[in-house]
């Protein structure tokens, strides 16, 4: 019997008007706009084609400094359940903090519920790093290779479910400069990975 889920990576919730969200294109931090409300859309798409369960990943991570900071999976999770994804269809791990922690995290949850299948959502921008992380580890790099875990970009799954309202949004984001300083990062970080000179924890 098949088992299978769709994970959302956490990003770096901010807090409007005493309310934590995720980030739309136009915020971000230091490294760049992070767009990570668009993995939740996504996500939302996914779970309305195919009906699937959802996991929600990320702990309080950069936040953990702040006093009364939410995990990132509790936010992602209340988004989803505000766009009409019934709770019990939303799991969260509330524990890992960066994205290798994270997959790391993930790993372990499809080791031991042996799902067969995970489609993992993230922005486009991120997809080689993440790539790139899985290839670090054997066990994940194994599960990568089988196809039991499958990247997909939130901005690709935007669009093909409704090119109108998304395709000019995500075009214009990525001209954005501060979307390009987050792109160089994300490619300096793959290198890094590759050279061994990345920090992981």
């Not at 919730?13 to 996504?42: M, Q, S, Y």
């Not at 999976?73 to 903090?97: M, Q, R, T, Y």
Request: charged share 30%.
């Amino acid at each position: 019997m098949k088992k299978e889920i769709v994970a959302v990576l956490g990003g770096c919730p901010i807090k409007d008007n005493n309310r934590w969200r995720t980030t739309n294109f136009n915020e971000g931090d230091e490294a760049g706009v992070l767009g990570d409300r668009l993995r939740v859309e996504a996500a939302f798409v996914w779970y309305q084609k195919y009906k699937v369960k959802i996991l929600a990943i990320g702990g309080r991570g950069q936040l953990k400094n702040i006093p009364g900071s939410p995990a990132v999976a509790a936010v992602i999770k209340k988004e989803l359940v505000d766009l009409g994804v019934p709770a019990n269809f939303i799991k969260e791990e509330k524990k890992s903090g960066r994205t290798y922690s994270q997959l790391q995290a993930l790993k372990k949850i499809i080791e031991r519920c042996q799902l067969t299948k995970v489609t993992v959502i993230s922005n486009r921008y991120h997809l080689p790093r993440i790539k790139a992380m899985l290839r670090q580890d054997n066990g994940l790099k194994s599960m990568l290779n089988k196809k039991k875990i499958n990247l997909q970009s939130a901005e690709q799954i935007l669009i093909a479910a409704d090119k109108k309202k998304w395709k000019k949004i995500i075009d214009h984001a990525y001209l954005s400069d501060k979307m390009k300083l987050r792109i160089a990062l994300e490619r300096q970080g793959v290198r890094q990975i590759k050279a061994g000179t990345y920090n992981l924890k």
